[in-house]
């Protein structure tokens, strides 16, 4: 179930980072866009984590 969940994580960063690359720096290298789906593939995982920490206490 979590494998699922984080393929299904990478293919959004993944097509989320193109959409939004070629929408504001159409001319960006691929490199960038391969980092910003990083980015918003550890931005999903780092507040998954802050909401469950935040509704243990």
Sequence with gaps: M?????VM???LGAVFA???SRFFYPGA???Y???LGV???GTAYLL??????KSDK
Excluded: D, M, Q, T
């Design 18 to 20: 193109v959409i939004l």
């Design 29 to 31: 290298n691929p490199v």
């Design 48 to 53: 998954e984590y802050w909401r469950k920490s």
């Design 39 to 41: 980015f918003l593939v």
């Design 33 to 35: 866009v391969a980092g």
């Design 9 to 11: 994580r990478i293919i």
């Design 2 to 6: 979590k494998f699922n969940i984080f």
